[in-house]
T-cell receptor
Framework: AQTIHQWPVAEIKAVGSPLSLGCTIKGKSSPNLYWYWQATGGTLQQLFYSITVGQVESVVQLNLSASRPKDDQFILSTEKLLLSHSGFYLC??????????FGEGTRLSVL | GDSVTQTEGPVTVSESESLIINCTYSATSIAYPNLFWYVRYPGEGLQLLLKVITAGQKGSSRGFEATYNKETTSFHLQKASVQESDSAVYYCALGHDTNAYKVIFGKGTHLHVLP
């Protein structure tokens, strides 16, 4: 069975500090990978997707970047956090034309 | 553009009552959208509840049902008799039929089931 793991579970960071969130999927080769973000009280928005190692497409511009250094790993990062980056970040995977399946998420508070 | 609109919460019902959470979609750039319901129980991650990829078909899971109605562009979630354990946030979502990479979510509906 496939498993998806996100880290860290939660982060409290200062404005202007860097951020790196990670996601690993096990038990599935060449998955489609996604990053989603949800502000408190807001809609779940897709940020990035990747269909293969080294290729990432941006869906929404939020001064964040994403990379896929390995087939099973997806990283979300920024060099300078903004207050507006606070929220809940979810990593997901899917097979083609299948519904994405989500990790447990990372709650980020930017102060 | 493509969008999903669902019942604004919170929705409060008593145990054993029936439930309907409305979901309507707009799919201007997608010929044959895939439709999903996700659920987040307290303290847990977002889980896929059910999906339907063909218009006119019904999906079901855990006593919940939803029918893909292309004429009314709706995908309402229904349950005949809710339980306290159904308390959660429910999200309706729209997926592309050929480009699986973009999935659009509704804002979510918070359901409280009273014992």
């Amino acid at each position: 069975a496939q498993t998806i793991h996100q880290w860290p579970v939660a982060e409290i960071k200062a404005v202007g500090s860097p951020l790196s969130l990670g996601c690993t999927i096990k038990g599935k080769s060449s998955p489609n990978l996604y990053w989603y973000w949800q502000a408190t009280g807001g809609t779940l928005q897709q940020l990035f997707y990747s269909i293969t190692v080294g290729q990432v497409e941006s869906v929404v511009q939020l001064n964040l970047s994403a990379s896929r250094p390995k087939d099973d790993q997806f990283i979300l990062s920024t060099e300078k956090l903004l207050l507006s980056h606070s929220g809940f970040y979810l990593c997901a995977w899917s097979d083609n034309n299948q519904a994405p399946l989500f990790g447990e998420g990372t709650r980020l508070s930017v102060l | 553009g493509d969008s999903v609109t669902q019942t604004e919460g919170p929705v409060t019902v008593s145990e054993s009552e029936s439930l309907i959470i409305n979901c309507t979609y707009s799919a201007t750039s997608i010929a044959y959208p895939n439709l999903f319901w996700y659920v987040r129980y307290p303290g847990e991650g977002l889980q896929l509840l059910l999906k339907v990829i063909t218009a006119g078909q019904k999906g079901s899971s855990r006593g919940f049902e939803a029918t893909y109605n292309k004429e009314t562009t709706s995908f309402h979630l229904q349950k005949a008799s809710v339980q306290e354990s159904d308390s959660a946030v429910y999200y309706c979502a729209l997926g592309h039929d050929t480009n699986a990479y973009k999935v659009i979510f509704g804002k979510g509906t918070h359901l409280h089931v009273l014992p």
